[in-house]
């Protein structure tokens, strides 16, 4: 079984900056992708960012440039800092891992307000 766990959400002002943190553990050892998707109300999940397990990294046209992906493999541990956050970073933010198979956090909300 493969548990991963999500934190850093929270409330912030706009242009603020926040830091958020994916930890996998169980049954899995060679991860392929990490990434983070996120579902604000009453639209679909969307990619944010990813990095697959050489270093690549891709984003979505809407973080590109504020946000950056990081994995540290060796804690199975994805990071998202985002920068210059705007009201429309509002949702609620999915870790996604991949190692053949596709698993999911439980998601951790951020919101953008003053």
């Known amino acids: 079984q493969v548990q991963l766990v999500e934190s850093g959400g929270g409330l912030v002002q706009p242009g603020g900056s926040l830091r958020l943190s994916c930890a996998a553990s169980g049954s899995i050892f060679t991860i392929n992708y990490m990434g983070w998707y996120r579902q604000a109300p009453g639209k679909q999940r969307e990619l944010v960012a990813g990095?697959?397990?050489?270093?690549?990294?891709n984003y979505g046209d809407s973080v590109r440039g504020r946000f950056t992906i990081s994995r540290d493999n060796a804690k199975k541990t994805v990071y998202l800092q985002m920068n210059r956050l705007k009201p429309e970073d509002t949702a609620v933010y999915y870790c996604?891992?991949?190692?053949?198979?596709?698993?999911w956090g439980q998601g951790t909300q951020v919101t953008v307000s003053s």
């Open positions: 996604n891992v991949r190692d053949g198979a596709a698993y």
């Open positions: 990095i697959t397990g050489g270093g690549t990294r």
